[in-house]
């Protein structure tokens, strides 16, 4: 397919998606394929087969970081993505049943999802449930150093976890989006999981989830190879150092402000599925 | 311990190398306008995590933790389905 628009435009809009996205904790789809469609006029498609790679190399860089900081639980990891996987393959193959104006219906539904749970975890709290001293870890627990003490935790109600994981699997592979923003408050505010091992184990797996559904569009034909290039090199870099900064800001009106923009987004989606 | 810790450089390893090579491919193809160098930068960049579960795969099953290696493999699985369904069409 000729691509109209300039490489280095994409790369720039790439940069900007992958910035703010990480800066929220959303990830960079979130913007990056309502920006394609409705900007660009580029197939929702071929959208979100250049954001399922720009995910891919985001995460693959996070997660470097993430291990060596030890914060990753690659044993959680591996079970749960057994359910991201099999919800992206899923989720890869029935896009090519809906129509351009159904997944514009559904990405516009699931942003403002997206918006409300943001908004009303903008002042959040880390939830420790800390594991009976008896009982331990488990087979899917650990350790984890917060503030000055080491906590022991371990994973409760798994078959919310691996059902949550199956659902952010399929909203990744139907929608190009990671699916954290679904993964992280399930398992920190219902199945014991400190937020900073939630957060790092999620980042860990979502390379892997939207693997399962990439080579579907790749396959398919859905994959513009100057356009995804040029996005996830954009992306790569805006997302890096947006989760830097997003260390350093925990501004609760900024994530209200952005949940506005989100709804304001999922309208304009919402729109285009007349 | 010791065995985790050789996992974990093994996954970062794979992870880099895949990242580095991906992106130095695809910023080849980009300037050079080479449809080979997008396509085989973007292949790698998308088995990049299937490489990191085969180690991870491998890994578990070498220390005898067969459990978390059987869970490993069934991610391949579905990974190696996915795959077979873009280049069996």
Redesign the interface.
């Known amino acids: 397919m000729p691509l109209a628009t300039p ?1 280095w435009l994409l790369a720039g809009t790439g940069v900007a998606t992958g910035l703010i996205g990480a800066l929220l904790g959303l990830g960079g789809g979130v913007f990056l394929v309502p920006i394609l469609t409705l900007a660009f006029h580029l197939p929702i498609r071929t959208a979100v087969a250049a954001s399922l ?1 720009s995910v ?2 985001t ?3 996070a ?2 970081v993430n ?2 900081r030890g914060v990753v639980n ?2 959680l990891a ?2 749960l ?2 359910a991201t ?2 919800g ?2 899923g989720g ?2 029935t896009s090519a049943l809906l129509t351009q104006r159904q997944l514009f219906a559904v990405f516009g539904a699931t942003l403002a999802a997206m918006a409300i749970v943001m908004a009303r975890r903008s002042g959040r709290r880390n939830i420790i449930a800390v594991a009976d001293a008896g009982l331990g870890t488990g ?1 899917l627990g650990g350790r984890v150093e917060e503030d000055g003490r080491v906590y022991v935790y371990r994973l409760r109600r798994s078959p919310l976890a691996l059902g949550a994981s199956f659902i952010a699997g399929a909203i990744s592979g139907l929608l190009g989006l990671g699916g954290g923003i679904i993964k992280v408050p399930v398992l920190n505010t219902f199945c014991g999981i400190p937020i900073r091992v939630a957060t790092a184990t999620s980042a860990f797996m979502i ?2 989830t ?7 569009y ?3 034909g859905d ?1 513009d ?2 356009l ?3 996005v ?2 954009g992306t ?1 870099p805006g997302s890096l150092a947006g989760a830097r900064l997003s260390e350093r800001m925990q501004a609760r009106s900024l994530k209200l402000l952005m949940a506005a923009v989100l709804v304001a987004v999922a309208a304009r989606m919402l729109w285009e599925s007349r | 311990m010791k065995d985790f810790v050789a ?2 450089r093994a ?2 390893t794979v ?2 190398a ?2 580095a090579a ?2 130095l491919l ?2 080849a ?2 300037v050079g306008g080479s ?1 080979s160098a ?2 085989a ?3 790698i ?6 490489a ?2 085969a180690v ?1 795969a491998t890994g ?1 099953l070498a220390r005898r933790d067969w ?2 290696g059987m ?2 493999l ?2 391949l699985g ?2 190696a ?3 077979a ?3 069996h ?1």
């Open positions: 490489v790679i891919i190399a995460a693959s860089a997660a470097t291990m060596s690659m044993r591996m079970v993505e057994v996987t099999i992206g393959l890869g193959l087979l390379g892997v939207a693997a399962s559904s990439a080579f579907v790749f396959g398919r994959m190879l100057h995804t290039a040029a996830a090199l790569l | 996992l974990d996954v970062e992870l880099t895949g990242l991906s992106a695809l910023l193809g980009l449809g997008l396509r930068g973007t292949v960049l998308m088995f990049t995590p299937v990191r579960v991870v578990m459990a978390f869970v490993s069934w991610v579905v990974l389905t996915s795959v369904v873009a280049f069409r």
